[in-house]
């Protein structure tokens, strides 16, 4: 049987070791990232690769501003109670030596281009963009990330939440690619020893389907 292992042992981690990761590592992580599918094949990903702590830390107070903002437009208690209860996890970053943000440009769609200017209905156009194909792209480069890092004995953690703040990230870190914006962030580093155990996933029977 095929050793999966780079795949079951991948699991996010929160708190790292105050260790560098060589550049060439790093490189060869982003490497493994460009080698992911994408939709066309039009690669719309784009990296930026932070070792700055001091803006790494920043980031951290923006997301948490940002998360605290958000909390008090909350309705009720208990709404608010849950949205506060997750701010550790969209902050964990600040733990990481090494975050990549990365980035997306639109995904362009030529049989949208098509139907649009034949006047297609609203309905039609909507169900071309609901896969949101440029997203799963983005997605699939993430998780080569992911998998090579486990693989070459990292941690990591996949974040969209932070997200909620992405404009006010955007302009800290200064990146600049027309049509590009920020989509995700991963936090990079030797993971501490005694991390937790993986949550359980979802049995496969209650996922699947087969149709013969």
Known sequence: MTNLDFIYNRQSIRKFKDE?????????????A?????????????????????MI????????????????????????????????????????????????????????KI???????????????SPQSGAQSIGAAVENFLLAA????????????????KTEIENLIGFEKPGYELMSMIALGVAEDNQPQQPPRKPLEDVTTFID
């Open 20 to 32: 560098p990761i060589p550049k060439e590592d790093i490189m060869e992580l982003l490497k493994a």
């Open 34 to 54: 460009t080698f992911a599918p994408s939709a066309k094949h039009q690669q719309n990903w784009h990296f930026v690769v932070l070792q700055n702590k001091d």
């Open 57 to 112: 830390n920043e980031m951290a107070d923006i997301v948490t501003r940002s998360h605290e903002k958000i909390g008090e437009l909350a309705k009720t208690e208990k709404d608010k109670k849950i949205h506060m209860s997750v701010i550790n996890y969209y902050t964990c970053f600040k733990n990481a030596p090494v975050v990549v943000l990365v980035y997306g440009c639109e995904y362009k769609m030529i049989e949208y």
């Open 115 to 129: 139907l649009k200017e034949n006047d297609a209905p609203k309905d039609l156009l909507e169900v071309l963009v």
């Open 150 to 165: 486990t693989e070459m004995g990292y941690g990591t953690c996949y974040m969209t939440g932070p997200t909620h703040a």
